[in-house]
């Protein structure tokens, strides 16, 4: 691995004499690690090395083909780096009371999907991407992961300067120079300089600075990069604190996990280093913003909100399929009093019932892709089940036929290949399963069946392992 000469001589006057050590660290190769999701996958795997600062994840001894394991496209599992998942004893030292959080460059959504289980439970994530094809990969990964309090936005940092103090907590895990990156992804050492680190600085402050309005006084702005420079990191909890007043807070960390001390500064920072840590590199810092007395209330935005959204949408709104949400799917999800039911252009949509006007507010004011947990669409009279459904901790599975299907029609399903009914699978929409994880929906016509796995999101390699890995 060549690395940039500048990057050498910056790297070794913070490291000092533990440089070659770093050097020697990111020449070996990196660890593979995995997080269950607890709503869906509660095993324990008794056999790998647990992340240690993280609930429910696990180092692996070698990499598999993840591709191949249906588990993994069910959502029971995330492929993360374990540094990354250090938000996890962030967020629950800090947070213990159901709270609106946004992840506001959030793709491809390992933190998102972190925060959604490790917040306290009745939280409302709002995941971001400014990149339009990276968000549809984020509204991938968290309609796999299930929850129903999830939305996913396509805006720019300054789209949410209007949401003032609406979030109680925000995650700014910022573009960055990508140094950290470099044992990883070879491409990110081409294309780095000083220049990209300079620019990126800059855009880094001018982001923290459109969203800081949208935090609520006394909120938590938790901010993070896989980048080694002090100019993206301490530098930038520095500006945090001069420029805000933001107050920078302690984790509690254990010692034995080889977090590295900051390299510039007294402010409380954590660096993960290749060479000190099981991971790669990563900076992550908590800062408070100061309380305030003049704090807009979340009904007096929500009201702007619509008002807003509703004159937006008066001329040329495409018509509503429905006015009166149709009964029968609104028992498609278990305990249906605690959620509000709406119809969105051509489908249906379950909304947790305290953040039903909020949610529909923030999709009316901006740039949604995913408003809601989308229940059904409708094709004549007949009532489509939406893949985001199936994969639902909310879905109320009593009322759907569920067919078990073996690891390799498992695998056809995921190719979005016609799978051949078995004799006692029924008639119509039927759910199918994997050792009890849903996979998604077909339409059993009886000779045949229609697979309705969404086309963007099928397993396109035509490679057949000799063997399959499973984790869960």
Not at 231 to 257: K, Q, S
Not at 259 to 283: N, S
Not at 415 to 440: A, F
């Amino acid at each position: 691995m060549q690395l940039p000469i500048d990057f050498i001589s910056r790297l070794k006057d913070l490291l000092k004499d533990e440089y070659q050590e770093f050097e020697n660290a990111i020449s070996q190769e990196q660890s593979v690690s995995i997080r269950l999701n607890s709503a869906k996958a509660g095993n324990i795997l008794k056999d790998e090395q647990p992340v240690s600062w993280c609930r429910n994840a696990y180092y692996l001894k070698e990499r598999p083909n993840f591709t191949f394991d249906p588990a993994f496209h069910s959502g029971a599992y995330y492929v993360q780096e374990a540094s990354s998942m250090f938000l996890d004893c962030v967020i629950s030292q800090y947070v213990d009371k159901p709270v609106r959080y946004l992840d506001l460059c959030a793709a491809p959504g390992g933190k998102t999907t972190l925060a959604v289980s490790a917040l306290p439970q009745g939280s409302l994530i709002v995941g971001n991407e400014i990149e339009r094809k990276r968000c549809h990969i984020l509204a991938e990964n968290l309609t796999k992961w299930g929850s129903p309090y999830v939305m996913v936005m396509n805006n720019k940092a300054a789209d949410y300067s209007g949401l003032t103090h609406y979030f109680d907590v925000i995650l700014t895990d910022v573009p960055c120079s990508g140094e950290g990156m470099f044992r990883k992804d070879p491409q990110a050492i081409t294309e780095w300089s000083v220049s990209n680190v300079v620019k990126c600085a800059e855009r880094q402050k001018e982001i923290l600075a459109d969203i800081w309005d949208a935090l609520r006084p006394g909120g938590l702005l938790i901010y993070s990069t896989c980048t080694y420079n002090i100019e993206e990191n301490e530098l930038m909890i520095e500006y945090l604190c001069d420029e805000f007043g933001a107050m920078a807070l302690d984790v509690n960390t254990d010692p034995g996990w080889g977090i590295h001390k900051p390299l510039y500064g007294d402010k409380p920072c954590y660096r993960f280093m290749p060479h000190a840590t099981r991971g790669e590199g990563l900076f992550m810092a908590v800062v408070r913003k100061p309380d305030s007395d003049d704090v807009v209330e979340r009904d007096d935005l929500v009201r702007s909100l619509s008002k807003k959204s509703q004159k937006k949408d008066k001329k040329g709104a495409k018509k509503e399929v429905a006015t009166v949400f149709p009964k029968e799917l609104k028992s498609w999800v278990n305990d249906q009093t605690q959620f509000e039911f709406d119809c969105v252009n051509e489908a249906f949509y379950a909304y947790p019932r305290e953040y039903y006007g909020e949610m529909k507010a923030l999709a009316g004011a901006l740039n949604c892709v995913l408003p809601g947990l989308a229940l059904a669409s409708v094709k004549g009279k007949d009532y489509i089940p939406e893949h985001s459904l199936a994969l639902s901790t909310a879905i109320n599975e009593e009322l759907f036929s569920i067919s078990e299907v073996s690891l390799d029609d498992a695998i056809t399903y995921l190719r979005r290949e016609s799978i051949v009914p078995t004799v006692d699978m029924p008639k119509g929409y039927v759910l199918i399963t994997y050792k009890g994880y849903p996979l998604g929906w077909v339409k059993n016509m009886g000779n045949r069946t229609n697979n309705l796995y969404p086309q963007e999101w099928r397993i396109r390699s035509g490679y057949n392992p000799e063997s399959y890995f499973e984790i869960v």
